[in-house]
């Protein structure tokens, strides 16, 4: 059962996630960032064949499953992904990222790391490359590398914790960079925030089919090693998590506001121009007035109107039929992008 209550989630933002956190640590003071970074240009596959290291051993680890585990429910949340691929990713990059840049403080980890704020859209591949590796059936499994590609982005975490917190324009004030609490917003912008965008585009999911793919979320959180009291078990619990985090921290802030205008300007390079000038009021119609205000999208009534036009046009088009062939098609999407950042 989830826990909403302000005192136990200003205790989260003082929290990491140790075991990951310690093994950083360690790494620098024993020099080893070499050996750390050398792992993190490996494939999955790659790291199980390197030499023993601390390193290594916890990248291969794999959590005991917990008490509320249920294979069944992982692989429909997961076959859910699949069907929907080609639309979720979409709206991963629409919805689910500019929501997470309304998060302040959170946001001010995304804002302070030039990685992130300098390359947007390397930050849409890394994002959608960790979607894809957890939710294709499949990978979850035993022996299978899903839970490797988890633990790589959980020592990504780690060293951005260790960085940020040894710069002076980091205040503890905010808590650590990427904590409990924000981790706990990013896997709900992931997945209810995806259901709710599924929603507005037309697709109509079943309640059970909501519930197994919030459930593949839990699962995928709870290897990540957020806290269960902020996984939620059930839509309803989804829904209070995210309102309650949304009162304690969506706010206009100047971060939001760069982090956004940034996204934008990648997409105006990489979107088809006829369609570019609309993304604004697209990524508006999805956030709804509030949070898009808050991330500096301001309203154009024409441009917002169109874009609400189009929406409910796909929408009539989504109600009518779903593309057979959308996991193949985002994975042709996404090996485009791949070839675009490794050139």
Not at 153 to 167: G, N
Not at 204 to 222: M, N, P, T, V
Not at 330 to 338: D, I, N, P, T, V
């Amino acid at each position: 059962m989830i826990v909403t209550e302000n005192n136990f989630l200003d205790s989260q933002r003082m929290k990491g996630d140790l075991e990951a956190d310690v093994l950083i640590g360690a790494t620098f003071a024993a020099n080893q960032q070499g050996l750390l970074h050398g792992l993190f240009k490996q494939d999955e596959k790659s790291i199980e064949s390197q030499p023993d290291s601390d390193l290594k051993k916890f990248l291969i680890n794999q959590k005991p499953k917990p008490v509320w585990f249920n294979k069944k429910r992982l692989q429909r949340g997961q076959r859910i992904f699949k069907q929907y691929a080609l639309e979720m990713m979409a709206l991963l990059g629409a919805m689910s990222l500019p929501y997470c840049y309304a998060a302040s403080p959170g946001n001010k980890a995304l804002y302070l790391s030039d990685k992130m704020r300098n390359s947007p859209g390397k930050r849409l591949l890394d994002t959608a490359s960790f979607v894809i590796s957890v939710l294709t059936p499949g990978m979850l499994e035993d022996g299978e590398t899903g839970h490797i590609h988890i633990n790589k982005v959980r020592l990504i975490h780690a060293l951005s914790r260790y960085y940020l917190t040894k710069q002076p324009t980091w205040n503890m004030d905010w808590g650590v960079p990427i904590n409990q609490e924000d981790m706990a917003g990013t896997n709900l912008a992931f997945s209810y925030v995806i259901l709710l965008g599924m929603q507005q585009s037309g697709f109509i999911l079943s309640q059970k089919e909501k519930e197994d793919f919030l459930f593949a979320w839990r699962y995928i959180g709870y290897q990540m090693n957020i806290d269960e009291a902020l996984l939620p078990s059930s839509f309803l619990e989804a829904r209070q998590l995210a309102t309650t985090i949304k009162i304690r921290n969506f706010k206009k802030t100047e971060e939001g506001i760069i982090l956004t205008k940034e996204l934008l300007s990648y997409y105006k390079v990489s979107v088809p121009p006829d369609q570019s000038d609309l993304v604004p009021s697209q990524i508006r119609f999805y956030l709804g007035n509030e949070v898009a205000e808050y991330i500096g999208i301001i309203s154009d009534p024409f441009r917002d109107k169109l874009a609400a036009t189009v929406g409910t046009f796909k929408s009539l088009q989504s109600l009518l039929s779903v593309q057979p062939d959308s996991y193949q098609k985002m994975l042709s999407q996404h090996s485009l992008l791949m070839k675009k950042f490794t050139v």
